[in-house]
């Protein structure tokens, strides 16, 4: 493995299923994450500190790497860079937004999260004392799910088929054979989805 060293293969390697390309890459952007968000660490979200938004950045590079596309002419450490600095100024705006809009609201940790009445709020504060954060993973699903759905809306079925395989490990070739489309088709099809996942960056 040590003979790719370079980002594109390693990328290449990662979405034909390679764990130990996916996991190089993830070491060799690890300190570079933690230096390009650390002028931002400085905005508090309720208790987070600067490990928590390194967590949500790291958290955050799987999905990056999927949308990366080695014809957008620009090198996935620019690429990664961009999108994760956007996905965290726009987890500071909403985490702002919000404490704005409950400052002044008094919460009963007695109280139910939501009208369904299935968990109190005293069920996902956690122990200061303990290193786990259940409201950083209660953050992190909410921005994930509402990121997917975001997708689901801008794509469609035939796209989003065609990267399902892509990610899968499969090549052109073969999901065109699979789907019963022309290469050409699946090439488009990876394209467009690309260019939406961009569109989705920006408007974060």
């Not at 990662?14 to 890459?25: D, T, V």
């Not at 938004?53 to 990056?64: E, G, N, R, V, W």
Request: contains cysteine.
């Amino acid at each position: 493995m040590e003979r790719y060293i370079n980002d594109d293969e390693l990328i290449y390697m990662a979405r034909c299923g390679s764990q130990a390309a996916e996991e190089i890459l993830y070491q060799r952007y690890y300190r570079l994450v933690k230096r390009w968000i650390k002028p931002f660490c400085y905005h508090r979200i309720e208790s987070w500190d600067d490990e928590d938004y390194l967590q949500f950045a790291m958290m955050m590079f799987s999905t990056i790497m999927d949308s990366y596309r080695i014809d957008q002419k620009t090198s996935l450490k620019t690429f990664m860079k961009q999108s994760l600095i956007r996905r965290i100024l726009s987890l500071i705006r909403v985490g702002k937004d919000e404490a704005l809009a409950t400052s002044q609201l008094p919460v009963s940790l007695d109280c139910f999260i939501g009208d369904d009445e299935r968990m109190r709020f005293e069920e996902i504060v956690g122990d200061p004392l303990k290193r786990d954060y259940p409201d950083l993973v209660l953050r992190i699903k909410e921005t994930e799910t509402c990121y997917d759905s975001e997708v689901y809306k801008r794509t469609s079925l035939r796209e989003r088929e065609v990267m399902a395989y892509k990610k899968a490990g499969y090549d052109e070739k073969e999901i065109a054979n699979r789907l019963d489309i022309s290469i050409k088709s699946v090439y488009n099809a990876v394209y467009r989805y690309h260019q939406k996942m961009l569109a989705i960056d920006e408007l974060k």
